[in-house]
């Protein structure tokens, strides 16, 4: 009994395992055939209007509400130390360093992601991606690299631009709504936040974020089972893997970066 | 297909956007507006230690903010550390000021404050500094306390 | 009595596009063709026909390189298949088209984006030209008024009708049919057949059709291979098979309900699952 245990343990790890070369190779494959896209710039730039534009709208509502929020709990809280006037210092540093890559790349998951896989796993099931192959043309540089490289491209933006809307919804919670000082609310922030170290380290997150959400998306509709239960469960896959690939490497890369 | 002018304008348009915010981040939101982009001039100075400055770190005069900290290094002859400032070319200094490593507020952050001096002379870029304070380290000033206090107990004993 | 023909039939003279040698190909553990032995000579339209599950995609995705054989040989104009993701193989895959059994069209082309698809990527044709030969070949396939169309804008057959266009641009040697007539009315069945027929004539290609439609394959087929359970059960031309007296090809070609492929799914008999405890 116990045996039959640990050989299945052994039997799920090695499973598991092969299945992470599988992604590891397939990656490699990619950025390899990312490589020669240079010469078609029209497919990736295709590809970031579908990721980046039609996500626009929901990052930029997004990021002011998250900034309006911020100003209304962070103005509570810190007017009981009577320190209000730190309030742009709060909301810039809290968007800069963890919100605004973080939120974005969960947001982007939930709406690029999940089309994204869905897509690739739909060509799939309709032998497109089989049809492409026959023709001579290999589906990782024509399907998958340019998405990848478009969401490489179109994360970052989406999080500075949740940033700065998120800056800008506390800045009109927080000043005009609330009263608090609007000088203030600037210099602090100003004095407060470092160019490289907070706002950069942000941007670098965020293009780490997009690595590995994009990756994960198009990986899950590659391998997608060609059924609709497959194309399915390959989305809430996609959206469970990527959040929690986010949330650990936003971890990690907060105490590397952050001493 | 969407038609491939009016693509190229969407993703302009959102590539553009995103520069916006770059901008934005960085001006209004950063300290970049402060100093990079003025003209300055290098000075050193060299100190005994330098506590917890760090680069970047304000340079202020009169309470004003008149340069930023470069690079801060060590000289193995004398066993000082040097410090490098970037100036504001506004503002000249005598070439007898003096630089001290002060604290902001009682547990803040530490920057170098500079008190003009009387030369007729200016601090050009390349000049040093001579007359320099070190950080007040806070285990010496205890341990300053704490003999001064025994000092004073023997001496009431005798 | 011996149904069997003995050693394969070559059908006359011409030298062979496509050869299989004593193929072995297994999924898992599960066998799907054992020791197959076909050849498909040039210019011929060959059929390969059975029931579900009988392999005969199978020898389509091993012929164009998407699956590799456990044993056994295949090879295109003398050379083998080469390996996937392989230069070569890409090589020969340019010489080949794939009719896929629901067309496979890339649903966010138009018709003529399709088309143009294999030409964009292999060939440097100024537009003008690109554009010509892409309405040259809709027109073959009647359908150059529905250039501008979506593939969600038209039917299944006209679908299939454009990927046959597709499949056909760069002109290729060998064009493979997986079941072309699957889910057509009678007059897009009879449209299809014409079309490949005349299509392989007028090319000079060679046309493997996999397919269990047995009036519509028979009508163009110059010589056909029935497969049961992943071996070749009987081969020879259409009007052989009609006459010939093998079990599996009698209930297949008459579309018997029982036969050598049984009705019932194996297991206990019905006496049996009724407690009747008589005898099997």
């Not at chain 1, 990021?63 to 009981?80: D, E, I, M, P, S």
């Not at chain 1, 869905?118 to 290999?138: D, S």
């Not at chain 2, 770059?22 to 230690?49: E, H, I, P, W």
């Amino acid at each position: 009994m116990i045996y039959r245990l640990i050989s299945q343990l052994g039997q799920s790890v090695r499973n598991w395992l092969e299945e992470l070369g599988l992604a590891i190779r397939t990656l490699i494959a990619i950025l390899l055939a990312g490589l020669g896209l240079w010469r078609r710039p029209r497919l990736v730039t295709t590809q970031i209007h579908f990721i980046g534009n039609y996500s626009l709208v929901i990052i930029l509502v997004s990021g002011l509400f998250v900034g309006f929020v911020l100003a209304y709990q962070g103005y509570y809280t810190l007017n009981r130390y009577g320190s209000e006037s730190a309030l742009g210092l709060l909301v810039a540093l809290s968007l800069a360093r963890e919100l605004g890559p973080v939120v974005t790349a969960l947001l982007f998951a939930g709406r690029a992601g999940t089309s994204l896989t869905a897509e690739i796993g739909l060509m799939k099931a309709g032998e497109q991606l089989a049809a492409m192959e026959m023709m001579a043309v290999n589906p990782l540089q024509r399907v998958l690299a340019p998405r990848f490289i478009a969401g490489l491209i179109a994360m970052p933006i989406l999080a500075a631009l949740f940033t700065a809307m998120g800056v800008f919804g506390g800045y009109l919670v927080g000043v005009q709504l609330i009263g608090v000082d609007e000088g203030s609310f600037w210099s602090q922030m100003q004095g407060g936040v470092d160019l490289w170290e907070d706002i950069g380290n942000g941007i670098i997150k965020s293009i780490v974020f997009g690595f590995a959400a994009t990756f994960i998306a198009i990986y899950q509709g590659y391998q997608a089972q060609p059924t609709p239960e497959g194309v399915s469960r390959a989305t809430t896959r996609t959206v469970v893997l990527s959040s929690l690939m986010v949330l650990w490497l936003d971890f990690v890369l907060t105490a590397l970066m952050f001493k | 297909m969407q038609n491939n002018k009016s693509l190229d304008f969407w993703v302009g348009l959102f590539v553009l956007l995103g520069a916006g915010a770059f901008v934005f981040l960085a001006l209004r939101v950063g300290n970049m507006s402060s100093m990079s982009l003025s003209d300055s001039y290098t000075v050193s100075a060299k100190f005994d230690n330098i506590g917890g400055l760090k680069p970047r770190a304000p340079i202020k005069s009169a309470g004003v903010v008149v340069g930023r900290i470069g690079d801060i290094t060590f000289d193995d002859h004398t066993f000082q550390a040097i410090v490098s400032m970037q100036m504001d070319a506004r503002y000249k200094f005598p070439k007898d000021s003096s630089a001290k490593i002060l604290t902001s507020g009682l547990l803040g952050e530490q920057y170098i404050g500079i008190e003009a001096g009387g030369d007729v002379n200016l601090l050009a870029s390349g000049d040093k500094i001579k007359m320099t304070q070190s950080a007040i380290v806070l285990e010496n000033l205890i341990s300053q306390f704490l003999f001064s206090k025994a000092a004073e107990g023997k001496d009431d004993a005798k | 009595m011996n149904y069997n023909v003995g050693l394969p039939k070559t059908p006359p003279a011409v030298t062979n596009l496509v050869e299989i040698n004593n193929l072995h190909f297994s999924y898992g553990t599960r066998p799907i063709l054992t020791d197959l032995t076909m050849q498909f000579p040039r210019n011929k339209v060959i059929a390969v026909m059975g029931g579900s599950g009988s392999g005969k995609t199978t020898i389509l995705r091993l012929i164009g390189g998407l699956i590799a054989p456990n044993a056994g040989q295949i090879s295109l104009l003398g050379e083998t298949i080469a390996k996937a993701n392989s230069d070569a193989l890409y090589q020969q895959r340019r010489k080949m088209g794939m009719l896929f059994q629901h067309g496979a069209l890339f649903t966010d082309l138009t018709v003529f984006e399709n088309v143009a698809f294999p030409l964009r990527e292999h060939t440097d044709l100024p537009e003008s030209l690109l554009h010509d030969m892409v309405l040259l070949k809709l027109n073959a396939v009647g359908l150059r008024n529905a250039a501008q169309l979506k593939p969600s804008e038209i039917s299944g057959g006209m679908a299939r009708r454009v990927a046959l266009a597709r499949a056909i641009a760069l002109d290729p040697q060998l064009i493979m049919y997986d079941e072309p007539f699957a889910g057509l009315d009678p007059i897009s069945m009879g449209v299809t057949a014409n079309l490949i027929r005349e299509l392989n004539d007028a090319l000079g290609s060679t046309a493997i059709l996999v397919s269990h439609d047995v009036n519509e394959s028979f009508a163009i087929a110059d010589y056909v291979y029935f497969l049961s359970q992943g071996a070749i059960v009987a081969q020879g031309t259409p009007s052989e098979m009609l006459a010939s007296e093998h079990p599996y090809v009698q209930q297949f070609v008459n579309a018997k309900p029982d036969g050598p492929v049984p009705f019932h799914y194996p297991g206990n008999t019905f006496a049996q699952d009724l407690g009747l405890g008589g005898k099997a």
